[in-house]
């Protein structure tokens, strides 16, 4: 009875219902998980906030998503994040933009559990705007910015990409060219769809130990920065110099994903970077002091 009201309230008196959300909403999502069996009238009560428009203050239901999909489009498409701002900040969300492609943003701390319940809604999968495989081609009409960049050289690209691979080592599963970033120098995609690709989030909503998970860095090749690391590279630049650009790309990318296990520990980092660009001499800097400790993963023993 408590649904069938709730229900009728979205149809007749969405505000008022909205209201109630505000406050409620957060059970009914981790109701989704928790009694799947009632995915069908949880569903219709869903709202969240999306890219189609930048009003903080509106909420959008599930079927406003799908009235409004682009043609050709199959999937829902949304960002995790750890609030709005940061969402709406997201690389990831470069090709939609710019193809006008809705995102929806999961930004609730239990948002980060929906994938494991919301699979899909009326025959449209759930995709995340993190994966590594996610191909928009044939979606909306690509505009590329007045100022972008001719992409490098593949010989150059190639170089670069190396270099990136042997600085982060296995804190990455791969580097490679993003053929979505626009005027985001690089991202971290997942190549895992599994329902547990955010166990990561959940786990330290939980206070729970949980290994950081490893992902694909994708570089944006038209980006001015790449650019510059690149002809770094090309004249010998100065090693220590590109070592910290690159481990702050990473990092970068790790906070843009809400993931990074201690923020603050990179403003030493910073701090020396903008000594450098505001003239100090690279020979002088003591970038190894300010470099962050990211454990890489740990390889298991064989079992004999």
């Known amino acids: 009875k408590v649904m069938s009201e709730l ?48 009003d903080v203050t509106k909420f959008y239901s599930l ?25 709406k900040r997201s690389p990831h969300l470069d090709a939609f933009r710019q193809r006008d492609i809705e995102v929806l943003y999961f930004t609730h701390p239990v948002d980060a559990m929906l994938p494991m319940g919301l699979s899909d809604y009326k025959g449209h999968k759930f995709v995340s705007v993190d994966s590594g495989d996610i191909d928009l081609s044939e979606l909306g009409e690509a505009e590329d910015p007045a100022d972008v960049k001719e992409a490098l050289e593949e010989t150059s690209f190639v170089s670069l990409k190396d270099k990136v691979k042997a600085i982060l080592g296995g804190r990455v599963s791969d580097v490679r060219e993003s053929k979505t970033l626009v005027g985001s120098p690089a991202r ?4 895992d769809d599994s329902q547990n690709r955010h166990m990561y989030r959940i786990n330290r909503l939980l206070d729970k130990d949980y290994e950081l998970p490893v992902k694909t ?31 702050q790309i990473f990092e ?28 100090s001499s690279v020979g002088d ?20």
């Open 7 to 54: 229900k009728r309230m979205v149809k007749n008196d969405r505000e008022k219902y909205l209201k109630i959300f505000a406050e409620f909403g957060s059970f009914l999502k981790q109701g989704l998980v928790m009694a799947p069996e009632d995915k069908t009238d949880i569903e219709p009560l869903l709202f969240f906030q999306t890219t189609h428009d930048d």
């Open 63 to 87: 079927d406003d998503y799908v009235e409004r999909m682009s043609d050709n489009q199959d999937d829902i498409y949304y960002v995790v994040a750890d609030d709005y701002g940061s969402g």
């Open 188 to 191: 971290l995609v997942s190549d």
């Open 217 to 247: 860095l994708e570089l944006n090749s038209r980006h001015a920065l790449m650019h510059n690391l690149s002809n770094l590279l090309a004249n010998n630049g100065d090693e220590k110099l590109v070592n910290a650009v690159v481990e």
């Open 252 to 279: 970068t990318a790790l906070l843009q994903d809400g993931i990074h296990p201690d923020p603050s520990s990179m403003a030493d980092r910073l701090t020396l970077l903008m000594q450098a660009a505001t003239g």
């Open 285 to 304: 800097l003591n970038f190894e002091a300010a470099k962050t400790v990211i454990a890489e993963p740990e390889v298991p023993e064989p079992i004999a």
